[in-house]
């Protein structure tokens, strides 16, 4: 499967708190994408990393991506409780449109 | 400029019923593509449309359909209804062409197949 494996499932921090996601995948890609999605919503789009880029930050957000290793990491720094939500990262191996979703990691934010 | 916007948001259907599915994309995209979310399955690419044409196509059954009209406007049909159906399916648009970039989602549809 060229589905992206992400880890850790579950993550619960107290506000204020960095949160750190990884991605590992097993196919070549052309860009690495990570979306959030609020309970049963839409997703929206965070950023985009492309292959030959090994970081990339946007506001609280910082991405990583080894593609020796096949992984990428997103973290999101001083975190709020507006921040909980699960985040997907998505692989594109360069077919137009089409992106294939990793499982998601379910983060919670408390106060 | 207004987001992607999909009609219905929830609806119920059963065994053997069809049901149709509709996204309307960002003023100017011309790709439209459908995802299935489920608990089970994740996230699922279902095929995408760009100027009337299917681009790309995901491993579902043919029982999954869709098509895209002039004015970049798509359904999505799914013809005699499964209980494994139910799910959250999501449009999402693109400029397209090459487009390998960000896509931005709709709210999407809930089917709910009893």
């Known amino acids: 499967s060229q589905q992206g494996e992400e880890d850790p499932q579950a993550l619960s921090i107290q506000e204020g708190e960095n949160a750190t996601m990884n991605c590992s995948y097993k196919?070549?890609?052309?860009?690495l994408q990570w979306y959030r999605q609020n309970s049963g919503r839409g997703l929206v789009h965070l950023i985009l990393i492309r292959s030959n880029e090994r970081e990339k930050h946007s506001g609280r957000l910082r991405v990583t991506l080894d593609t020796s290793k096949k992984s990428s990491s997103l973290l999101i720094t001083a975190s709020r409780a507006a921040d909980t939500a699960s985040y997907f990262c998505?692989?594109?191996?360069?077919?137009?449109?089409?992106?294939?979703f990793g499982t998601g990691t379910r983060l919670q934010v408390t106060l | 400029k207004a987001g992607v916007t999909q009609t219905p948001r929830y609806l119920i259907k059963t065994r053997g019923q069809q049901v149709t599915l509709s996204c309307s994309p960002i003023?100017?995209?011309?790709?439209v593509s459908w995802y299935q979310q489920t608990p089970g399955q994740g996230l699922q690419f279902l095929f995408e449309?760009?100027?009337?044409?299917?681009?790309n196509k995901g491993n579902f059954p043919g029982r999954f359909s869709g098509r895209q009209f002039s004015n970049s406007r798509s359904e999505m049909n799914v013809s005699t209804l499964e209980l494994g159906d139910s799910a959250l399916y999501l449009c999402?648009?693109?400029?397209?062409?090459?487009?390998?970039?960000?896509?931005?989602f709709g709210e999407g549809s809930r089917l709910t197949v009893l």
């Open positions: 449309y760009f100027s009337e044409t299917q681009r």
């Open positions: 999402a648009s693109s400029l397209g062409q090459a487009n390998t970039g960000e896509l931005f």
């Open positions: 196919t070549s890609i052309n860009n």
């Open positions: 998505a692989l594109n191996t360069g077919t137009a449109s089409k992106l294939t």
């Open positions: 003023s100017g995209h011309r790709s």
